[in-house]
């Protein structure tokens, strides 16, 4: 298992990967309509990538393991660093559903992490979604500690 930084021509996939996704996130998590929801997730996408993985201050990387002889992607990990904070933040990490269980999340963040270390990171931060009971089993493993908790209140009139 490896990560690597993810090539232009693979950022196609894992934008319809992340619209779709973050999109459902966005519907369950504060209530938006479909449409809203994929509108913010187009949004934030574009606003951290505008020009694909070419010149951002983003880390956009494959999770890529060897399965019998050939190299696939069975994921992917997108992070910022805060150098003056020493700090890393994980903003979407996923491996694809047939690959859970597999031990790729658990082996890509240990990878990551003495990546970071390597560099001079000294902390990893990251948001779960409440219903990700899985994704919470996972960090809690590896070591991550709960340092609060997101809340929302729709306002309508």
């Not at 929801?37 to 201050?57: C, D, H, M, W």
């Not at 031990?103 to 963040?109: E, F, I, V």
């Amino acid at each position: 298992m490896m990560l690597r930084k993810m090539r232009q021509e693979e950022f196609p996939a894992y934008r319809d990967y992340f619209i779709e996704d973050y999109s459902r996130e966005i519907m369950l998590n504060y209530g938006r309509s479909s449409e809203d929801a994929i509108t913010q997730a187009k949004q934030e996408l574009s606003r951290s990538f505008p020009n694909g993985v070419e010149q951002t201050n983003q880390e956009l990387q494959c999770i890529e393991v060897n399965r019998q002889g050939l190299a696939q992607v069975v994921g992917y990990l997108w992070y910022s660093i805060d150098r003056q904070e020493r700090a890393a933040f994980i903003c979407d990490f996923y491996v694809a559903e047939k690959y859970r269980g597999q031990s790729y999340g658990k082996q890509a963040m240990q990878t990551l992490e003495h990546s970071l270390q390597r560099d001079g990171i000294h902390q990893i931060k990251l948001r779960v979604a409440f219903h990700n009971k899985r994704a919470f089993a996972l960090y809690e493993t590896l070591g991550f500690a709960v340092t609060g908790f997101n809340m929302a209140k729709n306002v309508s009139a």
